[in-house]
Structures are given as C-alpha cells and as structure tokens.
C-alpha cells in the first residue's frame, strides 16, 4: 500500500505559479510511476503529468510547456511545477502512485488538493 498526502495548491492569478508537492509513505523506487491528475465538477479525471521510477515522464499536451514534474526520490516526494497558470488550470489535483505487482495493476491516490486561478 501506499499513502499519499498533496501540498501547495490555493489561489493565484493568472500567469503566476504554484508548486504542488506529494509525500509517499513508501519509497518511490518502489513505486512503478507517479501521478499528477485534475478533475474539474462534471468532469472525469485528467492526467497532467506522470514521472516513472526510471525517470521517465509524460506531460498533458494542454500544460507542456507550462507544467514540469519532477522527484526528490530521498524525500519520497514527488513535484508539480506549474508556471504561466491560467484560468482553466482550476481544478482539484490530485497525486497518484502506480503500484504493479505481478500483472496486477494497483492505483492509489491522495484527498486532492485545489488549485485555483483567478483575478
């Protein structure tokens, strides 16, 4: 299992920036990816930005550019930099941790925490 807590969202204007942090309980070398997702009301989930535990990553093709996510592996802690914010950026986001065990694909996920853009 895993337990995960998210940190740094709140309010910013437009054009600001906002670094999210995600604290594992668990090393991430042991972990298989993680995850940064936003969900808005009404909608589904969306992936933002994915780090795998060889480093690789993956960005929304709405944020590249603007959004980098990153890892301090000593501190199991996982980053959402966000730059250049705007509106439609509000959202919950919400970290995830891909653990695969055999063929056995587990999701965990943290309360979310909100982002909000706005004048």
């Known amino acids: 299992q895993v337990q995960l807590v998210e940190s740094g969202g709140g309010l910013v204007q437009p054009g600001g920036s906002l670094r999210l942090s995600c604290s594992a309980s668990r090393s991430l070398f042991s972990i298989n990816a993680m995850g940064w997702y936003r969900q808005t009301p009404g909608k589904q989930r969306e992936l933002v930005a994915r780090?795998?535990?060889?480093?690789?990553?993956n960005v929304a093709d709405s944020v590249k550019g603007r959004f980098t996510i990153s890892r301090a592996n000593a501190e199991n802690t996982t980053y959402l930099q966000m730059s250049s914010l705007k509106p439609e950026d509000t959202a919950v986001y919400y970290c995830?941790?891909?653990?695969?065990?055999?063929?056995?694909?587990?999701?965990?996920w943290g309360p979310g925490t909100q982002v909000t853009v706005s004048s």
């Open positions: 995830n941790a891909l653990l695969q065990v055999g063929t056995v694909e587990y999701d965990y």
């Open positions: 780090i795998t535990s060889g480093g690789v990553t």
